[in-house]
């Protein structure tokens, strides 16, 4: 962390999405029962944004989604993470549009 005038500056909000997209990953693997090696790959080779604005430009759904769709835990996504109000300004519209009606497909 950088420090300013003495004081440490909070992390980046880029910085703090990308933990809790490794906290996902761990927290899939934990109280799931499943284990995102590709996700965890991506995000650790090109970040946290990064990775969740590749796999919300793909027409698809990933395969994540559909394992943890299938395990009841949809709130263990990256597209549930984006949603998060804190993170939405990271995100373009179309984006968190592709986000909500991956979720809202879901949960139909």
Not at 36 to 45: A, H, I, K, Q
Not at 59 to 76: H, K, N, Q, Y
């Amino acid at each position: 962390m950088a420090r300013t005038n003495g004081a440490v500056d909070p992390p980046s909000l880029e910085a703090l999405f990308h933990r809790e997209m490794v906290r996902i990953c761990q927290r899939s693997r934990d109280e799931a029962g499943y284990h995102p090696g590709l996700l965890l790959r991506l995000v650790t080779e090109k970040g946290g944004l990064a990775t969740a604005q590749q796999l919300l430009r793909s027409p698809l759904v990933s395969d994540g989604f559909t394992a943890l769709w299938e395990r009841g835990r949809v709130d263990l996504t990256a597209e549930a993470l984006v949603l998060r109000p804190e993170f939405r300004v990271l995100f373009t519209e179309e984006e968190l549009a592709a986000a909500r009606s991956r979720l809202n497909a879901a949960s139909s």
